[in-house]
């Protein structure tokens, strides 16, 4: 993705978190992610969750890693974040969680005005020829 949009994120966010915003990260994985806008947007404080403890033991002065499942809803008060970012977390969280929970969850937390960004995978098959179209009903 960071190639793609030549950096992190697509949402009009720069000049916030310039000036310093309170930014959370969904699924945060091994930290990359958190780690490098840390460093770009120093000013920034980052918050970054995920169900696994796989993220640095040594990190930015400005990054928070907790180890907790957002299923299970977020440690958070209501708008605390200027900006919510989950990426990559489509074979994590089924359908049904995004809708009853996730979204609403990442919302919740969210300032007035802020940001929610979310990156992740379409597996959607267009046109699909006849091999593929097998394979896509065989699973149903």
């Known amino acids: 993705?960071?190639?793609?949009w030549q950096g992190n994120f697509s949402s009009p966010i720069d000049d916030a978190l310039k000036k310093g915003a309170r930014v959370l990260d969904v699924g945060s994985g091994t930290g990359t992610w958190i780690c490098e806008m840390a460093a770009d947007y120093q000013k920034s404080e980052y918050i970054g969750i995920d169900i696994l403890?796989?993220?640095?033991?040594?990190?930015?002065?400005?990054?928070q890693f907790i180890q907790h499942n957002i299923l299970k809803g977020l440690p958070f008060e209501d708008n605390s974040?200027?900006?919510v970012h989950a990426?990559?977390?489509i074979f994590d969280i089924t359908s049904s969680d995004w809708e009853n929970i996730v979204y609403k969850e990442c919302c919740r937390v969210l300032?007035?005005?802020g940001w929610l960004e979310i990156t992740d995978l379409d597996t959607t098959?267009?046109?699909p020829g006849p091999l593929m179209s097998q394979f896509n009903t065989s699973g149903k």
């Open 1 to 4: 993705m960071r190639e793609v």
């Open 53 to 63: 403890k796989l993220h640095p033991n040594i990190k930015p002065f400005n990054v």
């Open 81 to 83: 974040f200027d900006y």
């Open 87 to 89: 990426q990559m977390l």
């Open 111 to 113: 300032k007035p005005g």
């Open 125 to 127: 098959c267009y046109n």
